[in-house]
């Protein structure tokens, strides 16, 4: 169900990009693409050419990546569907931004070409009426990086958003910071899968027993053990901190009849191991149930 969920979540994501980006076809005062022409050149064969090349592209870019996102739906991993959708994502987000710099790009060529730049460039910005020629500060037509502006912060040309001027040092400190973010996203994906595939192990040596899940994460000393008992159906559960995936508790949880309770158990693979040591209570398993079985013998035996 969760993954439904964040696949619903991460598809809503597709017409913003999608209409974003086409929206950048239609005349902002004298801007078409991000780049700055003549109000008399947004009806010329060319410009329309470029424009209309532009939305077809952008819908062969666009549009198969709304089945690319169906297979998320029906994967029964959570850490699997994640991987899946942030990948997804960074297509969608990187996808239209190349097809709208190369377009961005044949519109600068045609623009100077036309000599439109003179045209262009003695428009007057606070007139209201348009837009001053800028157009050599815009990297692809989406990155602002002008150093003879003070403003940190300038409306995008792209959207409604504001854009950083990369040409201060925490303009692209932060740019660095927002790419990386957006690149770890399949990641975190991978990370949670390979939490849901490593499955929980029990280590019972002469003096310890060790629960163990990538790392140890419990080490209860043999002599300390006050009460020992095994569970054939594990008691509604609720996480409080830790991890809380369809086949991996791990954590502090508040389990009901036992109360606050620190767990590392695959949920669907009993038994569980019930243990009270000090004023703590452990819930633990190995992900091979016959595992499990003979350490509580041992552990009843000792």
């Known amino acids: 169900m969760i993954n439904i969920f964040i696949t619903l979540i991460v598809i809503v994501i597709w017409p913003i990009f ?58 029964q991993s ?14 969608v987000v990187f996808a239209p931004a190349v097809v709208f710099a190369k377009h961005r790009g044949k519109l600068m060529a045609l623009k100077h ?20 020629d800028e157009d050599d500060y815009w990297l692809w037509g989406l990155l602002y ?8 912060l300038v409306k995008s040309r ?5 854009s950083l001027n990369l040409a201060k040092p925490a303009g692209k400190a932060l ?35 060790t629960a163990r899940h990538t790392r140890d994460r419990y080490v209860i000393q043999l002599d300390a053990i006050e009460s020992l008992e095994l569970l054939e159906t594990l008691p509604p559960a609720f996480r409080i901190a830790g ?12 389990v009901e009849g036992y109360g606050i309770s620190r767990l590392c158990i695959q949920p669907k693979d009993p038994p569980f191991l019930v243990i009270k040591s000090g004023n703590h209570t452990f819930i633990m398993n190995d992900a091979d149930s016959k595992v499990t079985r ?3 013998a041992n552990l009843k035996a000792k």
């Open 18 to 75: 999608y209409f974003l980006m086409r929206n950048n076809i239609k005349p902002k005062k004298n801007i078409i693409l991000s780049v700055t022409i003549p109000q008399s050149a947004h009806h010329e064969s060319e410009t329309q050419a470029i424009c209309h090349s532009f939305k077809n592209w952008l819908n062969i870019t666009m549009l198969p990546l709304l089945l690319f996102i169906i297979p998320s739906f029906f994967m």
């Open 78 to 91: 959570f850490g699997a569907a994640l991987t899946w959708c942030m990948t997804w994502l960074l297509f």
């Open 113 to 132: 070409d036309k000599n439109w730049h003179s045209k262009a460039e003695g428009q007057v910005k606070d007139s209201g009426e348009m837009h001053l």
């Open 145 to 152: 990086n002008n150093p003879n502006d003070s403003h940190f």
């Open 158 to 162: 792209v959207g409604m958003n504001m």
């Open 175 to 209: 740019m660095v910071f927002a790419v990386l973010c957006i690149l770890a996203m399949p990641f975190i994906g991978l990370w949670i899968w390979a939490e849901e595939l490593t499955p929980s192990k029990l280590v019972l040596s002469a003096t310890t027993l």
């Open 243 to 254: 991890t809380g995936l369809d086949n991996l508790y791990k954590g502090n949880f508040r």
């Open 294 to 296: 003979e350490i509580y």
